[in-house]
């Protein structure tokens, strides 16, 4: 099993900046790729980015790029997910995903419980 831990979500001024953390524990040397989704209110949860964990292969979503960077630390099993300019629309949950064996799948192996952006205008 692994487990995943988010945190850096807060109340942020719209042109801010943040950075999210998630830190995988448990058998963490399982995994294969990591990811950030966000669901905002009222709203069914969308992929942001995902990176592949051996040589931060990375992807985004179209309405992230430019602004997001996600980026990993191997040694600390964490992923981090930089935000830039920030939105009010970038309003959400936040949530970290792994998976064992691909870069992206359909459905992830494990999930972390979010954590909330505000970004206020």
């Known amino acids: 099993q692994v487990q995943l831990a988010e945190s850096g979500g807060g109340l942020v001024q719209a042109g801010g900046s943040l950075r999210l953390s998630c830190a995988a524990s448990?058998?963490?040397?399982?995994?294969?790729?990591m990811g950030w989704f966000r669901q905002a209110p009222g709203k069914e949860r969308d992929f942001v980015a995902a990176i592949r964990w051996r040589d931060g292969t990375a992807r985004y979503a179209d309405s992230v790029k430019g602004r997001f960077t996600i980026s990993r630390d191997n040694a600390k099993n964490t992923v981090y997910l930089e935000i830039n300019s920030l939105k009010p629309e970038d309003t959400a949950v936040y949530y970290c995903?792994?998976?064992?064996?691909?870069?992206?799948?359909?459905?992830?192996?494990?999930w972390g419980q979010g954590t909330q952006v505000t970004v206020s205008s």
């Open positions: 995903a792994a998976d064992r064996t691909t870069y992206f799948p359909a459905n992830w192996d494990y």
């Open positions: 448990g058998r963490a040397l399982s995994i294969y790729s």
